[in-house]
């Protein structure tokens, strides 16, 4: 498999790396960054792995998985022989609200 970061993604990774690094410092986030390297890895071996987030399956979208990592989510979907990276945030976010968000934006 392939794996991309969209531009959404980029983003999120920056301001995710920016927010640890100032609230917790630099070994924190070299850590985290670890651990999001790793489960990047596992998803292109593996990327029906991940599992449909709950926000996204209530409302009957199924095409978008969901990887845990570390305090970290990595939302992603599978299309073809490629796996596309749609958003990367800290587990605790409201996804809901980080949705309708890059929808206005957009």
């Not at 630099?26 to 926000?55: C, F, N």
């Not at 409201?94 to 929808?103: A, F, K, S």
Request: net charge positive; with cysteine; glycine share 6%.
């Amino acid at each position: 498999m392939k794996v991309v970061f969209l531009k959404s993604a980029e983003t999120d990774l920056k301001n995710l790396r920016r927010y640890i690094v100032k609230n917790f410092g630099l070994d924190v986030w070299l850590t985290s960054y670890g651990r999001l390297k790793d489960s990047v890895a596992m998803m292109k071996d593996h990327p029906q792995a991940g599992r449909i987030p709950p926000e996204l399956e209530s409302l009957n979208i199924a095409q978008y998985r969901q990887i845990i990592s570390g305090m970290n989510r990595i939302i992603y979907e599978q299309r073809g022989d490629t796996v596309y990276i749609h958003i990367v945030c800290d587990s605790r976010r409201d996804l809901q609200g980080l949705l309708m968000q890059r929808i206005v934006n957009s």
